[in-house]
Antibody, heavy 116, light 112 residues
């Protein structure tokens, strides 16, 4: 059974940092690109970024709204993807989901709240 | 960025009646590999999105056959042949032909 479990969310002050994790199981994680998508309360879905597999040089891409502040990485030995978020802004407050490239499975999400 | 426009933004449907949601993209979603990268999701309250339809018209495993997708190029439609109470939530279309992936605004479906 495919499972994706996000963790690491919480309350952080503006300008602060947070690192989210997405633990995967039930599929060949190393062969799959992984994506992060976020959703502010009561709002729609926003793609945050993705990391490709080792075969594709772990290439990353980001939404313009987070580029230069967020970094996606992965550890295939741990079947885990990460989202390092720096210089956080209040507008980054959202539930963050990870999904694999096919988007057929999503985690339950982890809430990030940026507030003073 | 490709803009995805859904209509209507809300829908109130009597159980057993059909429903239809339109999604239009600002650019063609037809890739040179012959596939069209248009997806449909349902997000039920308090849950993550769940995949309904991939590549325009392919139902994901376990999705009831009352859900169907159609369209080509820039115009797409999700149809529910007979709406059931469990179908309530927000429906999103999404394109993945080009980064950044972009989603429609969402269509909220409720039961009358």
């Amino acid at each position: 059974e495919v499972q994706l479990v996000e963790s690491g969310g919480g309350l952080v002050q503006p300008g602060g940092s947070l690192k989210l994790s997405c633990a995967a199981s039930g599929f060949t994680f190393s062969g799959s690109a992984m994506h992060w998508v976020r959703q502010a309360s009561g709002k729609g879905l926003e793609w945050v970024g993705r990391i490709r597999s080792k075969a594709n040089s772990y290439a990353t891409a980001y939404a313009a709204s987070v580029k230069g502040r967020f970094t996606i990485s992965r550890d295939d030995s741990k079947n885990t993807a990460y989202l390092q978020m720096n210089s956080l802004k209040t507008e980054d407050t959202a539930v963050y989901y990870c999904t694999r490239h096919k988007t057929d499975y999503w985690g339950q999400g982890t809430l990030v709240t940026v507030s003073s | 960025d490709i803009v995805m426009t859904q209509t209507p933004l809300s829908l109130s449907v009597t159980p057993g009646q059909p429903a239809s949601i339109s999604c239009k993209s600002s650019q063609s979603l037809l890739h040179s590999d012959g596939k069209t990268y248009l997806y449909w999701y349902l997000q039920k309250p308090g849950q993550p999105p769940q995949l309904l339809i991939y590549e325009v018209s392919n139902r994901f495993s376990g999705v009831p056959d009352r859900f169907s997708g159609s369209g080509s190029g820039t115009d797409f439609t999700l149809k529910i042949s007979r709406v059931e109470a469990e179908d309530v939530g927000v429906y999103y279309c999404m394109q993945s032909i080009q980064l950044p992936w972009t989603f429609g605004q969402g269509t909220k479906v409720e039961i009358k």
